[in-house]
């Protein structure tokens, strides 16, 4: 799954600066595990962000819609 986001990050022209995995364990041993993925970015633009996430969020393993919060430099 890393390496498809990772993918899709690079097909927009967006280097990653880094990435952070969290474990998220489920108080249901049958839901399984999930993991939180945090990834910051070199300077891009919004839109290629926009259509990285639109890519990611289709390709069907996400348990829900990926979010972007906006970190400005001054």
């Known amino acids: ?3 498809a986001i990772a993918g899709h ?3 927009n022209s967006i280097s990653l ?6 474990e998220e ?6 839901e ?5 993925i945090v990834l910051i970015t070199h300077g891009t633009t919004k839109a290629s962000i926009e259509t990285a996430m639109s890519a990611i969020r289709n390709d069907g393993y996400l348990l829900d819609d990926p979010q ?3 970190i400005e430099t001054f």
Request: hydrophobic share 45%; aromatic share 0%; charged share 30%.
């Open 1 to 3: 799954m890393l390496a």
């Open 17 to 22: 600066e880094s990435i952070v995995q969290r």
């Open 68 to 70: 972007m919060i906006r």
């Open 9 to 11: 990050m690079a097909e």
């Open 25 to 30: 364990v489920s108080a249901d041993k049958d």
């Open 32 to 36: 399984g595990q999930s993991k939180m």
